[in-house]
């Protein structure tokens, strides 16, 4: 375990108040060895609480794309759809985790990516727990998109003790999941809003681990690309006529969707054709030609 970069300042003053603290006890009350234990005893106490604070254990990373890590060691005090309003202006699955003063304040990419959106808020210190600490309390705001596409907005937010927070990002840094991205100071809170069809790994309560719990599995978005165009991309048909010339007849292609590159089914229509009719025969039948009667002439009566 080593003693984290930003608590060496804070580190170097407690022990400088410690020995101080003892030196005046010791100097105006000699005789006092109950005062002097108990100065004693809240000095080793106050000491271990600040190395408590700033610790930063060495941790194996195991990284996966289709995964969202935890960004910091904590209790799961949230799980719910709500509307994301500051950058992705959608709704989102918000999963937050509280820092109490016991946690290691060392906050991690939960994703790979690279940094599309940062911005710091100033605001108030409202408990951490508070439903408007998101949205009110000192705070920054995180957006990584990841090589698919994906966007993960993740928050630090200040609590009524810790009143200061640290960032190591910016826009336009490429940075990997499980990096140290901030630190906290004191205990507080880091909220994360997943993309909905996120499937979440755990549950309200659960202690989990910055760097090593596995908060959801982020939805693939090549499946849903695709199961969008399956969904309403019709089939292609190719009609051919059973008895068209050969030098007509057109070979099927493979076709493929102009959005996925996917290959559709082909559904080749011949329509029915009947056999040609014989032509009607001619009539043949001649009309047989009527001689011509020869008129009658009256014969001549004899005079």
């Known amino acids: 375990m080593t003693f984290h970069k930003e608590g060496y300042t804070s580190l170097a003053i407690t022990v400088l108040f410690i020995f101080v603290l003892n030196a005046l006890i010791q100097f105006y009350f000699p005789e006092a060895h109950t005062l002097k234990w108990f100065i004693y005893i809240l000095s080793f106490l106050l000491f271990v609480v600040i190395v408590q604070f700033f610790r930063s254990p060495s941790i194996n990373i195991s990284t996966d794309e289709t995964t969202v890590l935890c960004p910091a060691d904590g209790k799961v005090v949230v799980i719910e759809e709500t509307e994301e309003t500051e950058f992705l202006k959608d709704k989102r699955i918000q999963l937050s985790v509280f820092m109490s003063p016991v946690n290691v304040h060392v906050n991690r990419n939960p994703i790979s990516g690279v940094v599309s959106y940062f911005k710091y808020h100033k605001g108030k210190y409202l408990v951490a727990w508070h439903p408007k600490s998101s949205t009110e309390n000192e705070r920054t705001t995180v957006v990584v998109k990841n090589s698919e596409g994906i966007s993960v907005l993740f928050r630090q937010i200040a609590g009524a003790l810790a009143r200061r927070i640290v960032w190591y990002v910016k826009e336009g840094d490429a940075v990997e999941q499980g990096q140290q991205f901030g630190f906290i100071k004191f ?6 809003f997943l993309p909905l069809g996120s499937n979440v790994l755990v549950n309200i309560g659960d202690v989990v681990k910055g760097g090593r719990t596995i908060l959801a ?3 693939s978005a090549a499946k849903t690309v695709t199961g969008a165009a399956k969904a309403t991309a019709p089939a292609v048909i ?3 006529p059973i008895d068209a010339p050969a030098a007509d007849v057109v070979e099927p292609t493979v076709i493929k969707n ?3 590159q996917e290959e559709l089914p082909l559904v080749i229509d011949h329509p029915k054709t009947e056999a040609p ?3 009607a025969k001619k009539a043949t039948t001649a009309t047989k030609a009527t001689k011509p009667t020869a008129a009658k002439t009256p014969k001549a009566k004899d005079k």
Do not use: I, M, Q
């Open 187 to 192: 205990g507080s809170r880091v909220d994360v």
């Open 217 to 219: 599995e982020l939805p």
């Open 238 to 240: 190719l009609a051919t």
């Open 258 to 260: 102009a959005a996925t």
């Open 277 to 279: 009719k014989k032509p």
